[in-house]
């Protein structure tokens, strides 16, 4: 509010991150501030619409106590902040920080929260990858973020099939679907 005149045409930025993540119950943001909500307590093997495994936020750790802490807390938390400010940004985070290798199966729920956040009034995003060597899927999960934001609505499967196609070949590019489907299959829900 007190920069604004004297900068008319800065946007500033903050961050909903750990300890200042929930949104302000009181408060609208200026209409200069982009809030980036910064998603790194949410279940990344589900979408943000449906009960999710809540870890604790700020713990060293992160620990999951069980199907009583299931909650819609991330998805909530989002729906709070797009009320309270018109420029809500989203971080997401679409890799497993533990160990760029593993498998992490969360492609279908990385699509369907990109469709929840261009449905909540989220007008921008970002989705932090590895760009390691050997990251595990780093190509795939590029291609599959930009295309998903290009059309939120877009059936996410057809978009990993399209990409395993156009990168590996029609008949590896089927294999590789097989192994895209059996590990989002048999990852617990």
């Not at 119950?25 to 909500?37: H, I, K, L």
């Not at 969360?106 to 989705?127: A, P």
């Not at 290009?150 to 590789?176: I, N, S």
């Amino acid at each position: 509010r007190e920069l604004g005149p004297e900068f008319p045409n800065v946007q500033f930025e903050t961050f909903a991150y750990q300890t200042s993540e929930l949104a302000p119950t009181r408060t609208r943001t200026e209409s200069n501030v982009n809030v980036y909500v910064a998603l790194i307590n949410k279940d990344s093997g589900r979408s943000l619409d449906i009960p999710q495994v809540h870890y604790l936020s700020g713990t060293t750790k992160l620990t999951h106590f069980g199907p009583e802490h299931e909650t819609r807390f991330a998805y909530d938390n989002l729906r709070d902040w797009t009320r309270m400010s018109d420029h809500v940004y989203t971080w997401d985070y679409n890799v497993s920080f533990h160990d760029y290798l593993v498998p992490y199966p969360n492609l279908w729920s990385t699509g369907e929260n990109i469709r929840i956040f261009s449905e909540t009034g989220v007008i921008g995003y970002r989705g932090q990858n590895s760009r390691a060597e050997g990251g595990e899927m780093k190509d795939l999960r590029s291609y599959f973020v930009a295309r998903q934001l290009w059309r939120p609505q877009r059936d996410y499967r057809e978009t990993a099939e399209e990409f395993c196609r156009l990168y590996y070949g029609e008949k590896a590019g089927r294999h590789v679907m097989r192994y895209i489907d059996l590990i989002h299959d048999t990852w617990p829900k």
